[in-house]
C-alpha cells in the first residue's frame, strides 16, 4: 500500500512537468570559485518561467553575492534577464548538508522551447540587502 501511494504521488507530480516545453540550462563558472549549482530547474507558469535551484560551495563561507540569469533564443539573441538572491544568505554546514542555498526567479514572458537559460553566481565585495543595479548581467 505505501509503494502504490508513493508512486501514484510520484505519477500526479511528475505528468503536469511532461506537458510543458523544456529548456536547456547552463550554469557559467567562473575560474577559481569554490560554488557549484545543483538542482536547476525550469518550469511555464501561466505568464512567465520560473528558474530554481540550489546554489552551495566546498567550503562553508558567506556567499555575498546575487545569481544573474539570461535567458537566449537558440540563435544567441537575448530574450530576457534577471537577478535573483538566495535563501538563506549564509552556507552553514546544515544547509549544505541539504542541498544549498535556495534560489528561485521569474523571468517575464514566454519563452520559445529550445531556449537556453544560462545561471551564473555574482560574488559581491560589500554586503548589502539592496536588489543589484548592475547593468553588467554576467550570465550574458
Request: glycine share 8%; hydrophobic share 40%.
Amino acid at each position: 500500500m505505501k509503494l502504490f501511494t508513493v508512486l501514484l504521488v510520484g505519477i500526479l507530480t511528475a505528468a503536469p512537468a511532461w506537458a510543458s516545453p523544456s529548456y536547456t540550462i547552463e550554469a557559467t563558472k567562473q575560474p577559481a570559485s569554490g560554488w557549484h549549482f545543483q538542482q536547476l530547474m525550469a518550469s511555464q507558469t501561466d505568464q512567465d518561467v520560473r528558474i530554481h535551484g540550489r546554489l552551495t560551495a566546498n567550503r562553508p563561507y558567506s556567499l555575498k553575492g546575487h545569481i544573474d540569469i539570461a535567458a537566449y533564443s537558440s540563435d544567441g539573441n537575448l530574450l530576457a534577464a534577471t537577478t535573483t538572491s538566495y535563501i538563506p544568505s549564509l552556507l552553514t554546514y546544515t544547509a549544505r548538508r541539504k542541498g544549498g542555498l535556495y534560489f528561485t526567479a521569474d523571468l517575464a514572458g514566454k519563452l520559445p522551447p529550445d531556449s537556453i537559460v544560462k545561471v551564473a553566481f555574482h560574488r559581491e565585495q560589500s554586503p548589502g540587502r539592496l536588489s543589484p543595479s548592475h547593468s553588467g548581467n554576467i550570465a550574458r
